[in-house]
């Protein structure tokens, strides 16, 4: 990097903050993984004849069933992760 150039595009990561993602660049495993540990999806399903919500990781791996949506969404908030639907 030319310090004197002025030009500064080629800085990745801030001081103090969180470093910034691109997600154009990001490889198909990184991609498969992104929001792995954040995000869970909460799904009506009906299982041996009994609706449910099943939840599952970002990835679609299945993690639970819940009788209820709220019980889904208090098990996902639980886990400090964010719930989203899936219709």
């Keep these: 990097m030319n310090m004197n150039s002025g ?3 080629d800085t990745a990561t801030p001081i103090n903050g969180p470093a910034i993602i691109d997600v154009r660049h990001l490889s ?9 540990s954040h995000i869970a999806y ?4 009906v299982i041996n004849g009994v609706a449910g ?27 400090e992760m964010h719930p989203l639907s899936v219709h």
Excluded: N, S, W, Y
Aim: proline content about 5%; charged content about 20%; glycine content about 6%.
């Design 42 to 45: 909460v799904k009506p399903v």
């Design 53 to 79: 919500f099943a939840i599952h990781a970002a990835d679609g791996t299945p993690m639970a069933v819940a009788g209820d949506r709220d019980v889904a969404v208090a098990a996902i908030v639980q886990h």
């Design 28 to 36: 198909e495993e990184q991609l498969a993984t992104l929001g792995m």
């Design 7 to 9: 030009d500064r595009a």
